[in-house]
């Protein structure tokens, strides 16, 4: 059976400034994923639908097939596992078409937190709850994810030896990639003064060590039929997940380790190892989430991810090209859709100015909660 592979990919304009609905916003990727493959919304059977953690009036569930359009399908479901949502919607995609439930998939997500009132921050620091563990948290003055990362970034610079520079080059990288991506949000020359310019937000995590949400929606198509999409297919070689229970008490550690198995799983399936992959698209909420990943992954070895950012190996140019496209740092946040967009525009040799010769394979990781669930793809060029 031909592998299944990612046909169409579609996507609106990343924008910082309020204005769009998040349902609006997933019809419109849905639209140009579509359009992109050469398909009808009558030849779609299946729908899978992410969005942002948190009950909201405005996010986007089943709802959406009416909303975008959609008559009978076989398969329908919203999928919400944080940061690694949409590699488990692409995973359930791949297992039904090969299943033959279904031929054709479009999987979407989308947000909007950007709003005219509040901050988007503050949207996502209540999506937590007040109750329990988060609500004793709420209590002691810890909000959202910026001094919850800030707490992880001070203990891996401590056990790694790291310090404020590891921070800063993964925050160039990413610029450097940026300004070579017409749909990233952040696009200004960036350097080390610029970095350190930046106001602190929760020790040692400055402005620009944090990824700016947008209001935007990504899709994609998925189908195994090799006569969908001709010329543009990226075929999905292996996935893997992983979702180590963290109990968060005294006598364990709270932050790291659990995630290499679902690399792991995705390279065992695809039947490669790591020095087959030409580009790494993480999900990289926070600069440091990059060295992290990068050295529980097993992409460089322990207390090295450090180093080859201070020496621009993840950036244009280096040997270990690491989101390409800017990342959520300087390209957009949509949590992990902007990984695999970028995987899929990369394999598709549309990178443009920021295109890395030869790319033929790419791991895409998504990252869930605190560091609680990773998932992984493996991507290669038809």
Not at 53 to 62: H, N, S, T
């Amino acid at each position: 059976m031909n592998a299944p592979a990612i046909v169409g990919l579609g996507a609106t304009v990343m924008s910082t400034s309020p204005g769009g609905e998040a349902a609006a916003l997933a019809a419109e990727a849905v639209g140009a994923a579509l359009a992109d493959c050469g398909l009808a919304r009558s030849e779609v059977d299946g729908l899978l639908v992410g969005s942002s953690q948190g009950v909201r009036p405005d996010r986007v569930g089943v709802q959406l097939a009416a909303q975008a359009g959609f008559g009978d399908l076989r398969l329908l479901e919203h999928i919400e596992i944080k940061g690694a949502t949409t590699i488990a919607m692409v995973e359930r995609a791949v297992l039904a078409l090969r299943e033959g439930v279904v031929r054709t998939v479009v999987c979407v997500f989308a947000d909007a937190p950007v709003r005219a009132r509040g901050s988007a921050g503050s949207m996502y620091a209540h999506s937590g709850g007040n109750s329990g563990v988060r609500g004793l948290e709420r209590a002691s003055g810890l909000l959202g994810s910026v001094p919850t990362y800030a707490l992880l970034a001070a203990r891996w610079l401590h056990v790694h030896g790291g310090a404020a520079e590891d921070l800063c080059a993964v925050a160039l990288a990413a610029r450097a990639w940026a300004l070579g991506n017409p749909a990233a949000v952040q696009r200004t020359p960036l350097d080390a003064d610029g970095y350190h310019a930046s106001p602190m937000v929760a020790e040692p995590l400055r402005r620009l060590d944090c990824a700016r949400p947008v209001n935007g929606a990504v899709a994609v198509v998925l189908a195994a039929d090799p006569g969908v999409g001709e010329g543009a297919r990226v075929a999905v070689r292996g996935t893997g997940r992983a979702h180590p229970v963290r109990r968060r008490r005294t006598g364990a550690e709270s932050w790291f380790g659990g995630g290499r198995p679902a690399v792991d799983s995705a390279l065992g399936h695809a039947g490669m190892t790591r020095g087959d992959l030409d580009l790494i698209e993480l999900y990289d909420p926070f600069t440091v989430v990059t060295l992290a990943l990068l050295e529980e992954y097993a992409l460089c070895l322990p207390g090295q991810a450090g180093e080859l950012a201070r020496a621009g190996q993840l950036g244009p140019g280096g040997e270990l090209p690491t989101n390409t496209g800017g990342g959520q740092l300087s390209g957009f946040y949509l949590q992990g859709m902007t990984p695999l967009h970028e995987a899929v525009v990369q394999l598709r040799g549309a990178g443009a100015e920021r295109q890395v010769p030869g790319a033929g394979t790419a791991l895409v990781g998504g990252l869930g909660g605190r560091s609680d669930h990773h998932a992984c793809l493996v991507l290669e060029a038809a």
